[in-house]
């Protein structure tokens, strides 16, 4: 079993910056892919940005040029540099990791979520 663990949600005024993280924990064996989601109140979840083992990115329309996904293989750990942050932007976001194990087993493990508000 794997674990997600969530930080660096909160309020912030249009225009600033959050960093979010999520750090992996438990039976690990290989962290495949790697992304952030986000819903917002009366909407679908939808994607924000993923990110490969081997750092390939792919991004939604609406924050490419703005947000960033990075991850550190060693620490089991994915992040989420959201600058220019707009009202639009306001949602519970959720990490979602993809493990694979020894006997390539893909399993999708999701974190908790963490709010992010943009408001003045």
């Known amino acids: 079993q794997v674990q997600l663990v969530e930080s660096g949600g909160g309020l912030v005024q249009p225009g600033g910056s959050l960093r979010l993280s999520c750090a992996a924990s438990?039976?690990?064996?290989?962290?495949?892919?790697m992304g952030w989601y986000r819903q917002a109140p009366g909407k679908q979840r939808e994607l924000v940005a993923t990110?490969?083992?081997?750092?390939?990115?792919n991004y939604a329309e609406s924050v490419k040029g703005r947000f960033t996904i990075s991850r550190d293989n060693a620490k089991n750990t994915v992040y989420l540099q959201m600058n220019s942050l707009k009202p639009d932007d306001t949602a519970v976001y959720y990490c979602?990791?993809?493990?694979?194990?020894?006997?390539?087993?893909?399993?999708?493990?999701w974190g908790q979520g963490t709010q992010v508000t943009v408001s003045s």
């Open positions: 979602k990791i993809d493990h694979l194990s020894r006997a390539s087993t893909r399993t999708p493990y």
């Open positions: 990110i490969s083992r081997i750092s390939n990115t």
């Open positions: 438990g039976n690990i064996f290989r962290m495949d892919d």
